[in-house]
């Protein structure tokens, strides 16, 4: 990929539904993540983008959220937010916890930066670490 600020450009203004991106929609740069050569069979590297508008990032992330599958000539893409490495390891920590929350059909979502918050039985609930998820899944016999 030669001009990965272009690439990104076209093809997020060719997949995302009507009324995401603004008039003035414009990518500031996008480059891949440093990394050996590529391996055939291998998953490509990731690109990071910097949008020159939030407005933009937020709405196409929005977006991202309400779709179930994103293709690009036929194959998958997936669009995240760049969040810090301190923000990453705190998020991962909820990994178990989710994993055992998704086997048990309770809805969850992660909130910025680490919080994780859950839906049961209607109540809504906010938990800082994966050891309060926990115990509260064994108060209630999960």
Known sequence: MENATKFIQESLTNICAENVL???????????????????????RNILVKFLSQKDRDSILR??????????NGNRIQIYP??????????????????????????YSMMYPAKLRLVHDGKVMF????????????TKGI
């Open 63 to 72: 977006w991202r959220r309400s779709e179930q599958e994103i293709l690009y």
């Open 22 to 44: 603004s008039s003035n929609f414009c990518i500031e740069r996008a480059h891949r993540i440093p990394g050996g050569e590529h391996i055939p069979g291998a998953p490509p």
């Open 82 to 107: 760049d969040f810090s490495k301190g923000t990453q390891i705190k998020r991962k920590e909820f990994r178990e916890v989710k994993i055992k929350l998704q086997k048990e059909n309770i809805s």
């Open 127 to 138: 938990f800082d670490s994966p050891m309060e998820v926990s115990r509260w899944m064994e």
